[in-house]
């Protein structure tokens, strides 16, 4: 086939059209990172052909000496990057360069407000990759073959970051890929080795693969010599003393790997020696990615064996309750063929997954002990993954507890900034429990009338109003020797808190209104699963409550919500004996008034409490009629 039957024109993806519009405003300010995104690209490919090279040493193509060259030409305008990595085929340079296949795009067009300086922000925690080269580029020029394809199979790319882009098969004789920026006007600053050096030290001294430029005209006077030196100082950050690395070239080597603008929350940098040896630099991002709550977002921890790159993504070096984590472990242990089946049954990955995972967690809390600001923002940021943690194993339930943080009545905030060391420490005399309510938000928890009592008598109730909140609750059932008590579950136990008239009250109060119980529990009895006298209630007539073994209600409603099959289980309605209400209905003679009020009753209960009424319309009918007749 033709070079010219294999060239052909077309259209971006809508949205990488977007994405080009907003980089040159939005990021104007910053627009140096081009180099940054561009030789980042140049290492992963550097890397990717030596991890297939280990099966194949032929692609190579007797030429293993692997570098990133960067040219300029003033001349010209241009700026060149040329790497002898994997390189792409015609597929590859199509999926790569002309859409955006990751998660997470739907939420970020979402999130543009049309500010620079916030859209900037987005979209570095998008991660802008390639696209950056058109924030100085009127002009961008791909040419790359893929390591191992006959010469033929090279491709050229061009786009002038419009609609649309060209593309077409031409004759490459060396594998890799080499980019050529052809610059605005307006960015003729950067036609200078001074600052392309100064850039590539800034942003990428940490690239482990030689980073080479002519040497200047001022090095060359005495020997006429035309050859290249390295910029960078080409060697893997991770392995270097980390007594001798600054905090910028941590933070600049975390922005290579994640491709963040901003600079991470923290840092482990921690190298193991013994019977098992292996490095691992891991980092806490600052902020959420978009695909966070992906179930196929990609983690961020790379694997290395004794400096070579073997994958991305190496979920099993972490638990996926950690899978914000970013970073690289290099390990001495492993077989340089390893692939991602063996990761899943090997001891050395288990036990470099228990020691990464226990730093974290060592790291996570010191932060909270000693900046509580600093925790309170990864709390914020991450604390609902960190929460999968006791539902996912059991192996960390006590450490991980300690770091969970929620909101409380005892804090007039909807900030989740209490420990349950903290509950503990201001529990009441007598109290034996942790109680806790769940709603399906911060109002609906902080609302509820379930706390009623609890506010009476000054005993702080949590209030868990995250999806996830149930879930943890269920397979965290106590600390430090304090169980966890829900004010929606089962039958009310102050313990000792009450006195012993209150309990005596209440004994009195179940037999008065015995027959009250029975006639609502006959009309109500499709709905619920009993009907009690409760003294949980102080300004309520009622509220619903789960039986002790059934499934929680919040959790019962996001299941479905889900698709997934359910048991059906009824609530539990209570009652307060003192509110006008159930005076009202407890002296109704009428029997189909009786009925109205018991099924408002239900209702307004169900609604109190964040769930929804299945008949709506029947409940608006019968509340206008008893307005009605009350007006009368």
Not at 15 to 42: C, G, P, T, W
Not at 120 to 129: A, R
């Amino acid at each position: 086939m033709s070079v010219e039957a294999n060239q052909e024109t077309l259209g971006f993806q809508t949205e990488v059209k977007q994405l080009l519009d907003l980089m040159v405003h939005s990021l104007y300010s910053n627009r140096e990172i081009f180099l940054r995104e561009l030789i980042s690209n140049a290492s992963d490919a550097e890397d990717k052909l030596r991890f297939e090279a280990l099966q194949d040493d032929s692609l190579y193509e007797k030429d293993s000496d692997l570098k990133i060259r960067v040219e300029f030409n003033k001349e010209l305008k241009t700026i060149t990057i040329i790497d002898n990595g994997i390189g792409m085929t015609r597929n590859e340079v199509v999926e790569n360069l002309g859409t955006i296949a990751k998660s997470g795009t739907k939420q970020f067009f979402e999130g543009l407000t049309g500010d620079q300086t916030k859209d900037s922000q987005l979209i570095g925690q998008f991660g802008v990759g390639f696209y950056s080269c058109f924030i100085v580029a009127k002009k961008v020029e791909v040419i790359t073959r893929r390591a191992g394809e006959n010469r033929d199979k090279g491709v050229r790319w061009i786009s002038e970051g419009e609609n649309d882009y060209s593309i077409e098969t031409v004759d490459r004789a060396k594998r890799g890929t080499k980019v050529v920026l052809h610059l605005r006007d307006d960015a003729n600053e950067f036609l200078n080795a001074y600052q392309l050096r100064e850039i590539i030290t800034k942003y990428s001294d940490h690239i482990s693969f030689p980073i080479v430029m002519d040497k200047d005209d001022e090095d060359d006077k005495d020997n006429n010599s035309t050859s290249e030196d390295t910029v960078n100082s080409a060697t893997a950050l991770w392995i270097r003393n980390k007594k001798e690395i600054k905090d910028e070239e941590y933070n600049q080597f975390y922005k290579h790997i994640s491709h963040d603008f901003d600079d991470p929350l923290a840092t482990i940098h921690n190298k193991v020696e013994g019977k098992l040896e292996y490095t691992s630099l891991l980092f806490i991002p600052s902020r959420a990615p978009f695909d966070l709550w992906d179930r196929e977002q990609r983690h961020g921890v790379k694997l290395y064996v004794r400096r070579i790159f073997i994958m991305d993504d190496a979920k099993q070096l972490l638990p996926p309750w950690l899978r914000f984590v970013k970073g690289v472990i290099d390990s001495d242990d492993l077989p340089l063929n390893i692939s991602r089946e063996i990761l899943q049954q090997n001891k050395v990955v288990d036990s470099i997954r228990s020691g990464c995972t226990k730093k974290i967690i060592g790291l996570l809390k010191s932060i909270a002990k000693n900046d509580d600001e600093k925790y309170q923002e990864f709390w914020k940021i991450f604390g609902k993954v960190l929460k999968e943690g006791v539902v996912d194993t059991s192996d960390y339930k006590d450490d991980l507890s300690t770091l969970f943080r929620f909101s409380s009545t005892h804090e007039d905030t909807e900030d989740q900034k209490v420990s349950f060391k903290d509950y503990i420490e201001r529990m009441q005399d007598g109290q034996k429990f942790i109680y806790y309510v769940i709603a399906d938000s911060y109002k609906t928890a902080s609302n509820s009338p379930h706390l009623e009592i609890f506010k009476k008598k000054g005993i702080e109730v949590l209030l868990l109003s995250e999806p996830i909140d149930e879930w943890v609750t269920t397979h965290l059932s106590e600390f430090d020797g304090k169980k966890l008590q829900s004010v929606n579950k089962g039958e009310l136990d102050l313990g000792d808190i009450s006195s012993e008239g209150e309990k005596k009250k209440d004994k009195e109060n179940d037999k008065t209104h015995d027959s009250l119980v029975k006639r609502i529990k006959e009309v109500l009895e499709e709905k619920v699963k009993d009907v009690r006298v409760t003294s949980r209630l102080t300004a309520s007539p009622a509220c619903l409550v789960s039986d002790e073994d059934d499934m929680g209600r919040h959790l019962e409603q996001i299941l479905k919500a889900s698709g997934q099959s359910v048991p059906d289980s009824k609530p539990i309605l209570e009652i307060n004996p003192g509110h006008p209400i159930i005076k009202k209905i407890n002296a109704e003679k009428d029997d189909a008034l009786f009925t109205d009020w018991s099924h408002i009753l239900f209702d307004q209960a169900l609604l109190s409490e964040g769930g929804q009424l299945t008949d709506p319309v029947s409940f608006v009918n019968k509340l206008n009629s008893m307005i009605v007749s009350m007006a009368k």
